[in-house]
């Protein structure tokens, strides 16, 4: 069992000798990295762990994040350059806790920061906020985004401009509590419990010209198996737990996510941005830590993953730090999967 394996750090071993990569950031814990190109620099987006003394259980009390910091890099292992906080929940209207992983976009002149949090009920939405500068700090709207729920909301832009949101996770990301439409808080802690039955999806919703809400009610992503079967929620090797990202390359749309209990970054390839995506591998093998969370982007003529695990703290789930490794297609557009061990 993967779980078990990767859990936490033995501390009789230095199991971070064989890093392929160091923390990017070493004066706070940071984690769930999305990576954007703004300015001509590179742009992370992380949420910022801090040990606020909660137990450790399947609902992630204890990623209790309540502020956003955000980073730049004129290159890939220059500096790196922290900015004064760029959000609180403080300032967040109808959140309540748990500021969990962001992204950020831009379109005409304003840059637009998303982030989930649970709002005083509890449940998680996605709320939006904007600033003229890509590193904030950004000013939340009153309410989340429309039809928001779940969590891990990622922007991609296409290439004719359109954006759209990718979003949800399932056990403490509540997917599997809004299958019927409307959220079940009696709904299961965990997923469909169906092993044989299709999995739960991740949604996509296109943004509309504000970019601060959506333009279409979220669908479905479908995430299909080579005969063009839709993942069943007991293939937990393949199935989507958390952490959507969508990049393009090539002209082909990759969307890559973690398997969340067993700890992979896997992704799949469609035609256009809503699928079908069709799985095709592993791009990163288990972290040290249970999650995993990533993003993709391209920046002067390389592919770059950022990602995160748990070396500053020694293995503490709960407090992460980001990393960033080149990533590579082969000469058919499959990646080349990484392990984050392998020196
Ligand atoms: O950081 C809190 C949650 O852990 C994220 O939203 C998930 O993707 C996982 O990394």
């Not at 079908?276 to 993003?295: A, M």
């Amino acid at each position: 069992n993967v779980a078990d394996s990767t859990a936490t750090a033995d501390s009789t071993k230095n199991e971070f000798a064989g890093a392929i990569s160091q923390p990017l950031i070493n004066s706070r814990y940071s984690a769930d990295p999305s990576a954007h190109v703004f300015e001509g620099k590179i742009f992370v987006y992380p949420s910022h762990d801090y040990d606020a003394g909660m137990p450790e259980n399947d609902n992630g009390d204890h990623f209790a994040m309540k502020d956003y910091y955000v980073y730049s890099m004129d290159s890939v292992g220059g500096k790196v350059t922290e900015y004064p906080m760029a959000l609180t929940v403080e300032d967040v209207p109808w959140a309540s806790k748990q500021m969990w992983a962001p992204d950020a976009a831009y379109k005409n002149g304003k840059y637009y920061f998303y982030f989930p949090a649970r709002d005083k009920e509890g449940i998680f939405r996605i709320g939006a906020a904007v600033s003229d500068k890509p590193q904030g700090p950004f000013k939340a709207q009153p309410q989340p985004i429309k039809n928001s729920f779940s969590m891990d909301p990622a922007v991609f832009t296409d290439t004719d401009g359109q954006s759209y949101m990718y979003f949800g996770g399932i056990w403490g990301g509540q997917l599997q509590k809004w299958a019927s439409g409307k959220f079940d808080p009696k709904g299961s802690a965990t997923d469909l419990e169906q092993d044989d039955k299709p999995a739960l999806l991740p949604k996509i919703a296109k943004m509309d010209g504000t970019m601060l809400e959506f333009a279409e009610e979220p669908k479905d992503v479908q995430i299909l198996d080579e005969k063009g079967q839709l993942l069943k929620g007991g293939d937990h090797d393949r199935r989507f737990f958390e952490a959507a990202w969508l990049h393009k390359y090539n002209g082909k749309y990759y969307l890559s996510y973690s398997t969340g209990d067993t700890h992979l970054i896997c992704y799949a390839i469609g035609d256009n941005p809503y699928g079908p995506f069709t799985y095709q591998g592993v791009i990163l093998k288990p972290v040290i830590g249970w999650t995993s969370h990533h993003s993709i982007v391209e920046f002067k003529g390389k592919w770059y993953l950022f990602y995160h695990d748990t070396q500053v703290s020694g293995g503490k789930t709960h407090l992460r730090n980001v990393k960033v490794t080149e990533l590579k297609y082969d000469a058919d557009g499959k990646i080349i999967t990484i392990d984050p061990y392998a020196n």
